[in-house]
Nanobody, 124 residues
Framework: QVQLVDSGGGLVQAGGSLRLSCAASGRTFSNYVVGWFRQAPEKERVFVASIVRSGGPTHYADSVKGRFTISRDNAKNTVYLQMNSLKPEDTAVYYC?????????????????WGQGTQVTVSS
């Protein structure tokens, strides 16, 4: 099992940057794939990015590719999402999630462990 606490959200102007953090506790954190999802008001929760291991394969939604970067530091049990060139349509609650190693997936129902969510608001 793993427990996740995500943080770093806030209010930022369009074109600005934020870095989200996902701190994990529990055994064998390095054995988990970690992803970020987001949910805008009255919308479905959707995939944003994922990482297999430090320096390992990453995946990004087309809407954020080239602007967001996911990374992890297993020594600190933390995964980061660096968000640059933010747009108003990035406004959402952002959640980190974890699953054991397996086939790449963007399906939220295949991630059993979740953080509590952190609000990101981008003003125009």
């Amino acid at each position: 099992q793993v427990q996740l606490v995500d943080s770093g959200g806030g209010l930022v102007q369009a074109g600005g940057s934020l870095r989200l953090s996902c701190a994990a506790s529990g055994r064998t954190f390095s054995n988990y794939v970690v992803g970020w999802f987001r949910q805008a008001p009255e919308k479905e929760r959707v995939f944003v990015a994922s990482i297999v291991r430090s320096g390992g394969p990453t995946h990004y939604a087309d809407s954020v590719k080239g602007r967001f970067t996911i990374s992890r530091d297993n020594a600190k049990n933390t995964v980061y999402l660096q968000m640059n060139s933010l747009k108003p349509e990035d406004t959402a609650v952002y959640y980190c999630a974890a699953r054991t190693f397996g086939r790449y997936t963007e399906r939220k129902d295949e991630y059993p462990y979740w953080g509590q969510g952190t609000q990101v608001t981008v003003s125009s």
